[in-house]
């Protein structure tokens, strides 16, 4: 049986992929992509959780999760198509029109 | 209306009456009278003031029954003031019934007479509809005067006493946008002024008196005043001295005696039975009523009796020498009014205040004649002018302005009007004071009074006589004698029977008017022996003085007669012997030189006042107008320092500091630190998606890390 230190730090390093990549990544879907990394990573972490302390709540919340994210790149595809007919271009460095 | 306790006959019920109808009259007048023609409005006047004198011959009536028992009729409540109480009281003596019969009488006539006079006049000033105004104010006059003659306390008094005041001036300046030619100009309304202002100083004057006596006596009430004076009089004599000289200032005001005369020859500006009525024969005399009313006082007072008796004496001759060089008709009696005057001034400044009231009715009634005479001799000139205006056909030659009133332009008017001759002759001889007529009789009774207690007040009267008779045989004979000097006289018309009539009657009463108080009978002394009690004085008189036929001295009778004679006769030397010429200078003229310069001109006592008073005043108030009040008090009083403060406290300590610095420096600081706020923390909305979630993430770090740490 894997260890639930295993799950975790690879949960971890997913996550740690997914927000270096939100921070260091310019392409708007790459960002996504990483973002559902973490939310993935997030995932992980419930499910070992979960199978380790024998508690359903845990797996449940991964359904939400999955579910949210769903919605999310629901919202965001939608919102990067309609920023890229405008700006014929996805680079959320470009996108700084709200500068102060 | 309430009768007193003592009044024992019901007509003294009626004196409020005496006062009301006159109002009545007026009301009726101002309501009804745009609808009423000249004839209506006039009689209606008439007969309101007739039944005035209805009434106060009936309190005459009720007065001689109950022996001259003083009657006070409580009628309403007037000032309450604390103690202070003065109630509208009529005071029905045989003093003020004298006067009320004179008022009423005298002003009856006057009344009928304006009804003629008036119908002329304003068709001759071209404003038809005066007529019924001069009725109304007519009627005022009347209520007024009497008011104060009825009234029971000096504020009383003082109230009828302005009352006339008011009337003289509406009357003078009648014609007020005229002068006494109808030339457009403001002459006339300038003597109504003067006529106001002049008798303000004497009013003012009458209040001292009136104030000092509430001060020392606690009360203005004639009853009181004169039921307190001896006990006064006693403990403060100086008191009295003041009330009565105080008086005399108002007395000289209303009665025109020097110093304040100079009014009354101007007042002539108003329509002659407004002169008649008004400025001879009542208001005027009201100051010698004054005087008469408040014999208690004076007679306590003889030093103020005597400077009383002095004004009198001096402006009796003084205004005598002035009528000498009048050459309108108006001015020579008006001056003679006030002459006549100065007679019953000093009468009754003198303690002689039987003589001073004789003189007072009789004057009434020749002077009144002397006037309405004098009125129709003008319209009788006017009505010649007319005459030649309209049938002469030679209009070019009257463009000059023509004065009907001015002696030089008549002549010979004895054949053109005959009645008015008449009637004139019987005036004058009545002023002049000629056997039989009234004149006589009072002016004597007077004279004989001054010779056996002021002997230079004596000399000073009968040389004033001798002037009278002078001035009134210069004008008989300009007037009326000789031929005419111009051609309105040669063609004057006699007045209508509405005017001549009332003459008659006045004519009657100045060649009988001596009747009531005839030597040896002396029923005028004897009716007012009930209000007035005469002081017996112990003199020590020369033989030729301490005759007395019944009162008459003959001596003094003789000299008075005789001098009159002598003016009358020199008068004839001067003026009847060669008729005055056309364009002829006056025959005193070369004989007396600068003297008569001097008569002509009034002796310049206008020009001298105007120089003294009137400039100085205007003077005083241009100051007071353009240094104090402009320059003082506007430039820099309000311009400087209020303005001046009020702007450097609004622009410098408001606006410089409180505003702008305080309140204004505070919300901008609140404005600067926003907006430095939000320049440093605008740098962190970099519009860096990425930066954001960076920050996000750190925050969870910290946040993360907290909750662990904790």
Not at chain 2, 399 to 407: K, S, T
Request: proline share 4%.
């Amino acid at each position: 049986m894997i260890p639930l230190t295993y799950y975790l730090l690879v949960s971890a390093i997913l996550f740690a992929m997914g927000a270096l990549g939100v921070l260091i990544r310019r392409n708007a879907l790459v960002i996504f992509m990483s973002v559902e990394l973490m939310l993935n990573a997030a995932n992980l972490a419930f499910v070992a959780f979960a199978r380790q302390y024998n508690a359903f709540s845990g797996q449940l919340f991964v359904f939400f999760v999955m579910t949210v994210a769903a919605a999310e790149v629901a919202v965001g595809l939608a919102l990067i198509v309609a920023i890229f007919r405008v700006k014929h271009n996805i680079d959320v460095d470009q996108m700084s029109s709200l500068k102060g | 209306m309430l009768l007193s306790e003592t009044a024992t006959s019901p007509l003294f019920s009626l004196v409020p009456l005496i006062v009301f109808l006159p109002v009545l009259g007026l009301l009726l007048n101002i309501l009804f009278g745009g609808r009423m023609g000249e004839k209506a409005i006039g009689w209606l006047t008439s007969a309101a003031a007739g039944l005035t004198f209805v009434v106060s011959a009936l309190l005459a009536y009720a007065l001689w029954a109950a022996h001259g028992e003083t009657v006070v009729v409580p009628f309403a409540d007037w000032i309450t003031i604390g103690s202070l109480h003065i109630p509208w009281n009529f005071r029905v003596d045989t003093l003020s019934v004298t006067m009320m019969l004179v008022v009423s009488g005298v002003g009856t006539l006057i009344h009928i007479y304006a009804i003629g006079y008036m119908h002329e006049d304003v068709r001759f000033k071209n404003d038809p509809k005066r007529f019924r105004r001069f009725f109304v104010f007519l009627n005022l006059f009347i209520a007024m005067m009497m008011i104060l003659v009825s009234g029971d306390s000096y504020l009383m008094l003082f109230v009828g006493w302005e009352g006339v005041g008011l009337c003289s001036f509406l009357l003078i300046g009648f014609w007020y946008e005229m002068d006494t030619l109808g030339r457009p100009s403001w002459a006339n309304s300038n003597a109504a002024k003067k006529a106001m202002i002049t008798n303000r100083i004497g009013d003012f004057g009458f209040l001292l008196a009136a104030m000092t006596m509430f001060w020392a006596f606690g009360s203005v009430q004639f009853g009181e005043v004169f039921g307190k004076a001896e006990e006064i009089a006693a403990a403060q004599p100086g008191i009295i001295i003041a009330i009565t000289l105080f008086m005399l200032i108002g007395v000289t005001g209303k009665s025109a005696q020097i110093p304040l005369y100079v009014w009354l020859p101007d007042a002539m500006a108003g329509p002659t039975p407004v002169s008649a009525l008004i400025h001879a024969a009542t208001m005027v005399t009201a100051g010698v009523y004054l005087v008469a009313r408040s014999w208690p006082l004076y007679t306590l007072a003889p030093d103020a009796q005597y400077i009383v008796a002095m004004v009198g004496a001096v402006t009796a001759l003084f205004a005598a020498t002035i009528a000498v060089g009048q050459y309108d008709i108006k001015k020579v009696l008006a001056y003679s009014t006030i002459s006549q005057l100065g007679f019953m001034v000093a009468a009754v400044g003198m303690g002689a205040f039987v003589a001073g009231m004789f003189h007072l009715v009789t004057h009434a009634f020749f002077k009144a004649l002397l006037f309405l005479s004098a009125g129709s001799v003008i319209l009788g000139l006017e009505r010649g002018h007319h005459h030649l205006a309209h049938h002469g056909g030679h209009t070019d030659h009257h463009e000059e302005v023509f004065d009907p009133g001015d002696m030089r332009n008549m002549g010979g008017l004895r054949k053109r009007m005959p009645v008015t001759f008449w009637l004139y002759i019987i005036g004058t001889l009545a002023l002049a004071g000629i056997f039989p007529f009234a004149g006589f009789w009072s002016k004597d009774e007077i004279l004989l009074d001054a010779a056996k207690l002021h002997p230079e007040v004596f000399i000073l009267l009968t040389i004033a006589a001798f002037f009278t008779a002078f001035y009134m045989g210069r004008q008989i004979w300009m007037v009326f004698f000789g031929e005419p000097r111009h051609e309105a006289a040669a063609h004057a018309e006699e007045s209508p029977k509405v005017m001549t009539v009332p003459l008659m009657v006045l004519a009657g009463l100045s060649v009988l008017g001596g009747a009531l108080n005839l030597p040896g009978v002396h029923t005028l002394g004897h009716w007012l022996e009930h209000t007035i009690e005469l002081a017996e004085h112990e003199l020590h008189l020369p033989a030729w003085l301490a005759i007395s036929w019944g009162g008459l001295n003959p001596v003094v009778a003789l000299v008075s007669t005789l001098l009159a004679l002598l003016a009358i006769y020199i008068s004839w030397l001067i003026y009847g012997r060669k008729p005055l010429q056309a364009g002829q200078p006056d025959p005193l003229k070369k004989a007396l030189g600068p003297l008569f310069t001097g008569m002509e001109n009034k002796w310049f006592v206008d020009e001298a006042y105007w120089a003294v008073f009137v400039d100085r005043y205007v003077d005083i108030a241009r100051f007071l107008a353009d240094v104090v009040d402009w320059r003082f008090w506007h430039d820099w009083f309000h311009d400087k320092v209020i303005a001046g403060t009020y702007n450097w406290l609004s622009h410098i300590a408001l606006n410089r500091y409180a505003d702008q610095k305080g309140i204004d420096a505070f919300f901008n600081g609140l404005g600067d630190l926003t907006k430095r706020l939000s320049t440093s923390l605008r740098r962190l909305q970099n519009g860096f998606v990425r930066s954001y979630a960076l920050a996000v993430m750190l925050g969870v770090v910290v946040i993360v890390g907290y909750l662990l740490m904790k």
